[in-house]
Every structure is written in C-alpha cells, then in structure tokens.
C-alpha cells in the first residue's frame, strides 16, 4: 500500500509538472501593434497616408479641394496645414457621415494610428524629414 501511494504521489507531481508546458503554444500571447509617433517622418510617414488613402486625388494643385491644402509635396502640404491646422485634425477626427469626414465619400476613417501620426508631425512642427 506504501508503494502505491508513493507512486501515486509521483505521478501526481510529474503529471502536474508536465500540464503548463504546452500553455503557450496552445494559448499565445495575442501581439499588439504598436503605434510609434515619437519621431515621425514625413517622407516615411504621412506622405503614404496622404497617398494610401487617396488625399492627394483631390488635395493637388489643380484637384477640386485645393482650396482646402495641396498635398501631392512636402513644401505644399506644410503650407496649407500650417494655415489649416484646426481644420485638417476636424476633418481627419470626424465620422463617418459627417460632411467634413476625410477621407470624403470613403466608408471608413483613417486608422487610429494614422490619425495619431498626422496629429504628432503637426505638433512637431510639420517638419520635413
């Protein structure tokens, strides 16, 4: 009977031993993206936003929302959010539906990190890096 319960006492603290080993791979850890604003390049940054999501098929010189920025250069897009600023951070916060919503006419809104990235460059002085 001693022999029993000393074996069934090791099996129990191997077999508990041996049940977390696979936890990981059965349950991992989800990833999360991160949205880094720390130091934003306008070149790697914001000037694929503006082409990704088509800004700059209206917003061009000569496209039918000059009026409100150009954004096809660096030179152009700094000048008219420099003089826009409140409006350009309405107008890319706003929601869908609203009539000032950028993207114009898109179902969806940028991302929220797209957002942060155009708000951070602005705040960090639309600089051209």
């Known amino acids: 009977m001693k022999k029993l319960l000393t074996f069934s006492a ?3 603290v191997v077999l508990a031993g041996c049940y977390n080993d ?15 604003t720390s130091a934003v390049s306008y070149a790697r940054d914001i000037q694929p936003i503006f082409n990704n999501n ?6 061009v010189s000569g496209g039918s ?7 096809s250069s660096y030179n152009a897009t ?4 420099a003089r826009n600023r409140t409006n350009m951070l309405r107008d890319i916060n706003a929601a869908v539906g609203d009539p000032n919503h950028m993207p114009q006419g898109s179902p ?6 797209d957002i942060s990235k155009i708000t951070a460059w602005i705040d960090q002085g639309y600089q051209n890096n």
């Open 10 to 12: 090791f099996a129990a």
């Open 22 to 36: 696979k936890y990981d791979k059965l349950y991992p850890t989800p990833t999360t993206t991160t949205c880094d």
């Open 78 to 81: 700094w000048w008219g959010v």
């Open 108 to 113: 969806t809104s940028l991302s929220v990190c």
């Open 65 to 71: 929302a000059v009026t409100s920025g150009d954004f």
């Open 54 to 59: 088509l800004c700059t098929s209206c917003h």
